[in-house]
């Protein structure tokens, strides 16, 4: 009996040791489920929200690019595309067999569909894969009749950038592409499938303030990833628009004028503020092309062009300047204290130790002063006062000319082009500058090299009363994706050259054209207020023996392309009130005679689209010329 009521007591305390160890952990949790459904409340519905809420990022439309005048160079144009979502092809065939049939409807490209099915392996059954852009109407009806037998396949609506005056504004504009390896992807729009980049131009140059910014969808998802609906949408911020300075009948008609020449390149600008009027490089491309995706044969054949469509001549192709070279040698000279009125005769060549150095004129000019020697473009004469000059002064003046770096035109891939003096040769060579290097250099061969911008931006800087000026493509001033100023005008420093000097070397110039014995004055403008001036240029691209001197010079089509001469011409209008620069380079042209009439007709029709008028934002230039008779 006592055994039995031990027995229920030992029971009773176990049975309330349990049921105290039930009531302590009972308690716990309903504290534990208090603290989360009660004080974390907040906390987990946003973490249950962010598993069943996404925000996805939406790529903004990229900003217009517009002439001076408002003509559209780069839009955004509708781009059909063929989406397949595998869930749905393999739920009535298999993908390999959709693309096949899709393949007997339009033309897809092996590498086409091995990227597909790669990209269908990857990606989740339900994600849509892009088979197909830049689709034409005819294909969207084709894929649109066949629909029932093309399971998982459905036609979307984008946008695609495009160039409505193609190989014209190539070289300017540049392209967009897929975003590559090489491209700093900092910005999240970079992430995107399909967003695409400035590759060229100034969709490069300009490429953040073009872009904008990214908009967001914030949608609903299943426990999958799938989208189940759209909850709230912001569009973002459209790129800026660009408005270039560039006028596009311009650069038509520029394009036009040289479309026959194998390799050239002009160059517009207004002098007083910089601002790139024309910019031509021939041969060009088409940048639709990159736009809508190259083929493989289409980018081997640009690269493997002689003719180089692809390199931007204007600011990245570097030439011996020749002649045009000889402004900047004569400004040095008055600068050494040389007068105008120095006399040099030219028999026809120069001798210097045992080399004999040719003029152009091969019986010679005669007794020349600095004018007579620019306006008939005498080599003995800048032989001879280079040698007194020097080249350290000639470098140092065609430096404050703007050659021999690079302009900061606001395009990438400009080259700085050479001005050589005797440190730099010791640099780069090793060796010590010799006496008939500075005559080389004094008529703009040897070392020296310019681009085409280069030399009209010298231009331009002679013309302009000694500015500074620099060339620059845009009206507006950017930051950025900031848009600083939208009608930008900057402002020059003067380069101190003394107005009296440069009067003199513009009246050289004005004779170059309008003179009797000029060597342009087939280029003569003869409407009153519209005259041109300028200056010739021949560049040698091989050595002429001494053999060939005595038999004569082999030109034109005795000699294979490659081995003409270089044709240049520099030149400005209108010669009382300049307002307008200009460059011409001809790539083996066979001499200045290719170049000068392409600038006549071109400062012709500048003046004719913008007048002759100087730009507002500068003060007019008084009347320099004292001209005489012949």
Same mark, same amino acid.
């Given at each position: 009996m006592k055994r039995e009521k031990d027995r229920a007591r030992q029971f009773n305390r176990r049975a309330a040791l349990l049921l105290g160890g039930k009531f302590v952990l009972m308690s716990g949790l309903a504290a534990r489920m208090y603290y989360l459904q009660v004080i974390e409340t907040d906390r987990y519905k946003m973490m249950a929200d962010d598993n069943r809420i996404n925000l996805r990022l939406l790529p903004p439309p990229r900003g217009f690019i517009l002439d001076r005048n408002g003509d559209y +160079?780069?839009? &955004?144009?509708? &781009?059909?595309?063929?989406?397949?979502?595998?869930?749905?092809? $393999? &739920?009535?065939?298999?993908?390999?067999? %959709?693309?096949?049939?899709? @393949?007997?409807?339009? =033309? +897809? #490209? =092996? *590498?086409?569909?091995?990227? %597909?099915?790669?990209?269908?392996?990857?990606?989740?059954?339900?994600?849509?894969?892009?088979?197909?852009? /830049? +689709?034409?109407?005819? $294909?969207?009806?084709?894929?649109?009749?066949n629909t029932p037998e093309l399971p998982g396949v459905t036609i979307d609506v984008g946008q695609t950038r495009h160039y409505p005056y193609g190989p014209t504004m190539a070289h300017v504009l540049g392209y967009v592409a897929a975003v590559s390896e090489k491209d700093n992807r900092d910005d999240p729009l970079l992430q995107l499938p399909g967003f695409k980049v400035g590759k060229r131009g100034v969709e490069r140059y300009y490429d953040l303030a073009l872009r904008g910014q990214g908009g967001t969808s914030k949608v609903e998802v299943n426990a999958l990833g799938r989208v189940i609906r759209e909850l709230e949408r912001n569009e973002g911020q459209p790129g800026h628009e660009l408005r270039l300075s560039l006028d596009m009948r311009l650069q038509d008609y520029i394009g036009n004028r040289v479309a026959d020449e194998k390799a050239a390149s002009v160059v517009v600008m207004d002098v007083h503020n910089g601002e790139v009027l024309g910019l031509v490089s021939t041969p060009s491309f088409n940048p639709n092309a990159f736009s809508e995706g190259l083929s493989t044969e289409e980018w081997k054949a640009l690269q493997n062009n002689p003719y180089k469509p692809l390199s931007n001549k204007t600011i990245a192709g570097q030439y011996a300047p020749g002649s045009t070279f000889k402004m900047s040698v004569a400004l040095a000279a008055l600068d050494h204290g040389i007068s105008p009125d120095h006399r040099v005769f030219c028999p026809g060549h120069m001798d210097l130790g045992n080399h004999r150095f040719h003029c152009w004129k091969r019986h010679g000019h005669g007794w020349m002063n600095m004018t007579d020697a620019i306006r008939e473009s005498c080599d003995v004469w800048f032989y001879e006062v280079g040698m007194k000059v020097g080249i350290e002064k000639i470098a140092a003046m065609a430096r404050k000319l703007g050659l021999g770096d690079k302009t900061g035109l606001d395009l990438h891939g400009e080259r700085a082009g050479l001005i050589p003096d005797k440190a730099w040769k010791e640099r780069a060579i090793g060796e010590?500058?010799?006496? @008939? $290097?500075?005559v080389i250099a004094a008529i703009g061969q040897g070392y020296v090299l310019t681009t085409p911008l280069q030399l009209a931006v010298m231009t331009a800087r002679m013309v302009n009363g000694g500015k500074a000026v620099v060339p620059h493509l845009t009206k507006q001033k950017f930051e950025g994706r900031d848009l600083l100023d939208s009608n930008w005008v900057p402002e020059f420093e003067d380069l101190g050259i003394p107005k009296k000097h440069l009067d003199i070397v513009l009246r050289g110039m004005d004779e170059v054209? /309008? *003179?009797?014995?000029?060597?342009? &004055?087939?280029?003569?403008?003869? #409407?009153?207020?519209?005259?041109? @001036?300028?200056?010739?240029?021949?560049?040698?691209?091989?050595?002429?023996?001494?053999?060939?001197?005595?038999?004569?010079?082999?030109?034109?089509? =005795?000699?294979?392309?490659?081995?003409? =001469? *270089?044709? +240049?011409?520099v030149g400005f209008a209108p010669v009382d009130n300049p307002r307008f620069a200009i460059s011409v380079v001809v790539e083996h042209g066979g001499g200045s005679k290719a170049a000068i009439p392409i600038a006549k007709d071109v400062m012709v029709e500048v003046q004719r689209l913008m007048g002759s008028a100087q730009s507002s934002e500068a003060e007019p230039r008084p009347h320099y010329l004292n001209k005489k008779e012949g």
């Open positions: +160079l780069a839009i &955004n144009i509708q &781009n059909y595309r063929i989406i397949l979502v595998r869930e749905q092809a $393999e &739920n009535a065939s298999s993908v390999p067999e %959709v693309l096949a049939r899709l @393949g007997q409807l339009i =033309d +897809l #490209e =092996d *590498h086409e569909y091995r990227r %597909v099915l790669k990209e269908v392996e990857r990606r989740r059954a339900f994600v849509p894969v892009t088979v197909r852009e /830049n +689709l034409s109407w005819e $294909e969207v009806s084709r894929i649109g009749v010590r500058w010799q006496g @008939g $290097e500075t054209v /309008n *003179h009797p014995r000029g060597t342009a &004055n087939s280029a003569a403008i003869k #409407e009153d207020g519209t005259e041109m @001036g300028g200056k010739t240029g021949t560049a040698q691209v091989r050595r002429i023996s001494e053999a060939e001197r005595k038999s004569g010079i082999l030109k034109g089509e =005795d000699i294979s392309w490659r081995l003409r =001469d *270089h044709g +240049l011409f």
